[in-house]
């Protein structure tokens, strides 16, 4: 995801792949709550065996102001937050997807040894039916 969709239908440049130091920024600015990361991780933990995304656990003000921080994030000049939020449309599709994005960005790098390393961690679930092989 590369674009939000504002209230008049235009659209903007985001940037998902978010820094440790943007996340910290965020949080320091009151933008993101001190345990985002966290629950980034046991959203994407509990999705890792399942389809989908345990929605529980995601606060909607981070889910919400996610979406500025993607916008803001790599641009020199930029829209305020409150205007920011006066223009952008209420699309709870649109934000979720924007933070599965970003979840995705922070789980599945082939480099990321960390998060690949919570993925094998993850015990698999076994077959518990006994079937016997025919010949």
Same mark, same amino acid.
């Given at each position: 995801m590369?674009k939000? !969709?504002?209230? %008049? ?8 792949k ?13 933008? !993101?709550?001190? *345990?985002?990361?966290?629950?980034? !991780?046991?959203? *994407? ?10 929605v +529980?656990?995601?606060?909607? %003000?981070?889910?919400?102001?996610? @979406?500025?921080?993607c916008?803001?994030?790599?641009? @020199? +000049?930029?829209? +305020?937050?409150?205007?920011f939020?006066?223009?952008?449309s209420?699309?709870?599709a ?9 979840? !995705?960005? *922070?789980?599945e790098?082939?480099n ?20 016997? @092989?025919?010949?």
């Open positions: 590369n939000l !969709i504002m209230m %008049d239908g235009s659209s903007i440049s985001i940037n998902t978010l820094s440790l130091w943007d996340l910290k920024a965020a949080q320091n600015d009151g933008l !993101i709550s001190a *345990g985002f990361v966290k629950d980034i !991780i046991s959203v *994407g933990m509990g999705s890792l065996n399942t389809d989908m995304f345990d +529980e656990k995601i606060n909607v %003000d981070d889910i919400i102001n996610l @979406s500025y921080v916008y803001k994030n790599g641009k @020199s +000049e930029y829209l +305020e937050y409150d205007d939020m006066k223009n952008i209420l699309d709870l649109q934000l979720m997807d924007l933070y599965a994005d970003v979840l !995705i960005d *922070g789980m790098s082939k990321n040894k960390l998060a690949n390393s919570f993925k094998y961690a993850t015990p698999k679930q076994k077959n518990k039916s006994k079937k016997k @092989s025919r010949r």
